[in-house]
């Protein structure tokens, strides 16, 4: 997957900042590469998705043209980055949360030296906590932190904060299925829902929600 050799200026970014019209500034692709290249080394060290699933949603944020994403477990900023560059494409902006306080500085550094401090602003917590205090509404939403707390996410999350038409993934849907099952049997059933499981690497993948419209 080619990486974009455009970013934009570094600006503070505030969890209540609607997106739009940031300008262009540089970057260079071969430091972005190798960024990512060490940051999906020391993958497993941090609970971090694989290089096929940051590519996929990369892929998904840009084909829904998300604009206003939240993520729920930055970890050390992985898939935070890949998110983040999608999200220059449609001009949005990505709210992630961490409750490890280390993880969260470093996911900061990750982040700046990837160029998207202006799109992507970390706050360190307890998401089931955090995202209470979120203003405003998403159109896509990462979930993968405690896969025994979906449920939780989710009676926070929808209605109010879930779009119409916004799409809910959830991490590791295949190989810890048993530790969100109540949330997946949940979903699968949910009348304002369509859902699917989808896999990049054939060994584990997301639950993908798709909010109709009309609910």
């Avoid at 829902?193 to 929600?209: K, R, Y």
């Amino acid at each position: 997957m080619s990486i974009l050799a455009v970013t934009t200026p570094m600006q503070s970014a505030t969890s209540s900042a609607s997106p739009g019209n940031l300008p262009p500034v540089k970057r260079d692709p071969a430091q972005l590469r190798r960024l990512l290249s060490e940051m999906d080394a020391k993958g497993a060290q941090f609970w971090s998705v694989p290089r096929r699933d940051g590519e996929l949603l990369h892929f998904l944020v840009k084909a829904t043209r998300a604009k206003n994403v939240l993520e729920v477990g930055t970890s050390h900023g992985y898939s935070a980055i890949w998110m983040g560059l999608a999200l220059e494409e449609t001009d949005g902006r990505l709210i992630t949360i961490e409750i490890d306080a280390a993880r969260h500085d470093l996911a900061r550094k990750h982040v700046s030296e990837a160029g998207l401090s202006q799109r992507v602003t970390l706050l360190k917590g307890d998401a089931h906590g955090e995202v209470t205090r979120l203003d405003g509404s998403f159109d896509f939403v990462f979930l993968d932190a405690d896969k025994e707390g979906q449920g939780d996410y989710f009676s926070k999350l929808y209605p109010k904060r879930l779009m119409p038409g916004g799409v809910l993934a959830v991490h590791n849907a295949i190989r810890q299925a048993g530790s969100m099952k109540d949330y997946l049997d949940m979903i699968r059933k949910h009348p304002d829902f369509d859902t699917v499981t989808v896999s990049a690497t054939m060994d584990d993948g997301f639950c993908l929600s798709y909010r109709h419209r009309a609910s």
